[in-house]
């Protein structure tokens, strides 16, 4: 059998070459790194996280939490690789994230079934079964092929930003506290408070720093799930002590309260020696980054390991482009996989990639189809991104809002988002999958 030709061996990628190969198809995986990368990608590892360290909720009471458990059951090498390299973050799956690429690229390498090119894809494969899985940052020349290609296909470009991320022993904990939010679980966020004082310098400053140019784009409309700091911050004085400096529920161990406005650390790694700085995406010319968050009380000294980032955006409009099972309609040996569909975020990136491959393995061996149901998050993630209906598509991380509500009527939200998942859990385990 000839081999499925994968472009882009990020999340989607990856897990897509794993299903495809854990069925007897083999694989090709074309990856541009390390001879050119992304300006959002900095190692040579595969399946590597640009931004955060958060898989988000790892809880069935919530949709992400329920695509990760759909995943762990459909065999994921995402999710096996995340599980045994989490680290603890509340009710969350994070990672150590060089530990977690390591440990994808190590089981893709080392696969028989799985061969490995490394060079960058400029044309879209003109024969074969072909999944391109090149991620938000696709490269320039992709992208242009793919334009070429499907001129009606309206691919779109919007901004992103990443968090900067600072070395543990730089900071100052006299000035913070280990604590999650109402003391649930364990004490995993640092946090470091500011006065009213402070937090009005802080935010002036932020709303006065310097941003880097961006050059190249028309359309500089801000992502609202991943908007940079400064930019919410010029949504008014108090914008941000009601979101990312939120101080509810954290109290201060020197004086027993909750501060005026608190700023919370994440742990990056295992080890515990690098943290990100919650919620801080941002665009900010990089020693501007040091001037404002220093001012901080506990990061005054702060060692920054990486600076925020803001990058394009690049996805499809899917809906009537692509069907249920990600591919090109009107060329169905061509599929999408990934963030350039339109899913957005790891985990919905890593799902589009499972189910497309499980799809396209079943169709190459003579199955029928799983028509993964509405009811399952990844089946109705595909199902929104193909909704020919959609008229402004946006691309959207998976919610409840796309799950069809239960017939009967349960009191409490999170006792409704458990029975959702819990019917999801019941559909997935009636599927033939393999
Ligand atoms: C700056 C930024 C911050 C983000 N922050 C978050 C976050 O905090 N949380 C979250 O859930 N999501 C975040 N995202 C979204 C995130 O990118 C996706 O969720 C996820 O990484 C997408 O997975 P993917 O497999 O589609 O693409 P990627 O993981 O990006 O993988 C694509 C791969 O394709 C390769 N490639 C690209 N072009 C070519 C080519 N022409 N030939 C060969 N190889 C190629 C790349 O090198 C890369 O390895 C962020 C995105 C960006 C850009």
Redesign the pocket.
């Given at each position: 059998m000839d081999p499925v030709i994968i472009?882009?061996?990020?999340?989607?990628?990856c897990e897509a070459a794993w299903q495809l190969a854990k069925r007897g198809i083999p694989v090709e995986l074309?990856?541009?790194?390390p001879h050119q990368?992304?300006p959002?990608?900095h190692s040579a590892d595969?399946?590597?996280?640009?931004?955060?360290n958060?898989?988000?909720s790892d809880q069935l009471e919530n949709a992400a939490g329920l695509l990760k458990e759909e995943l762990r059951r459909l065999d994921s090498l995402i999710l096996a690789c995340a599980d045994a390299h989490r680290v603890e973050a509340g009710g969350a799956l994070a990672v150590d994230r060089n530990a977690f690429s390591a440990a994808v690229t190590e089981q893709i390498r080392r696969h028989p079934l799985i061969t490995v090119r490394e060079?960058?894809?400029?044309e879209l494969p003109e024969e074969g079964q072909v999944i391109v899985?090149?991620?938000?940052?696709?490269?320039e020349?992709?992208t242009d092929a793919i334009r070429r290609r499907f001129p009606d296909s309206g691919t779109l470009n919007f901004f992103?930003?990443?968090a900067p991320l600072v070395s543990f022993e730089s900071v100052d904990m006299d000035q913070a506290w280990f604590a999650s939010r109402y003391d649930k679980g364990t004490a995993d966020y640092i946090n470091c408070a500011l006065s009213r004082e402070e937090y009005f310098d802080f935010w002036k400053a932020l709303t006065e720093a310097e941003e880097a140019d961006v050059h190249g784009f028309e359309d500089k409309s801000v992502f609202e799930g991943?908007m940079p700091v400064e930019v919410m911050a010029r949504r008014g004085e108090d914008t941000l002590r009601y979101g990312p400096l939120k101080p509810k529920g954290l109290w201060d161990p020197r004086t027993g309260r909750e501060p005026y406005a608190v700023i919370q650390l994440r742990r990056d790694n295992a080890e515990g020696s690098v943290y990100n700085l919650v919620g801080f995406?941002t665009h900010l010319k990089w020693p501007e980054q040091k001037r404002v968050f220093s001012m901080t009380p506990a990061l005054s000294h702060a060692e920054f390991l990486r600076y925020g980032?803001?990058?394009r955006?690049t996805y499809l409009r899917s809906p009537g482009f692509l069907d249920r099972y990600y591919r090109v309609k009107e060329e169905p040996r061509l599929a999408f996989?990934?963030?350039?569909t339109g899913v957005?975020?790891?985990?919905?990136?890593t799902a589009s990639?499972a189910l497309c491959a499980i799809e396209l393995a079943r169709r190459l061996t003579g199955k029928a189809p799983v028509d993964f149901p509405r009811e399952t998050a990844i089946g109705a993630l595909a199902l929104y991104v193909s909704n020919e209906s959609i008229t402004d598509f946006q691309p959207m991380n998976v919610n409840f809002g796309i799950i069809p509500p239960l017939e009967i009527r349960i009191k409490g939200k999170r006792e409704k988002n458990a029975a959702i998942s819990q019917r999801a859990l019941e559909a997935l385990a009636g599927l033939d999958t393999e």
């Open positions: 472009i882009g061996a990020g999340l989607a990628g074309r990856e541009m790194k990368s992304t959002a990608h595969f399946a590597e996280l640009v931004c955060s958060s898989l988000r060079e960058e894809v400029t899985a090149a991620g938000p940052l696709a490269s020349g992709l992103d930003a990443a991943c995406q980032v803001m990058h955006n996989a990934g963030q350039i957005e975020g790891y985990v919905e990136s990639g």
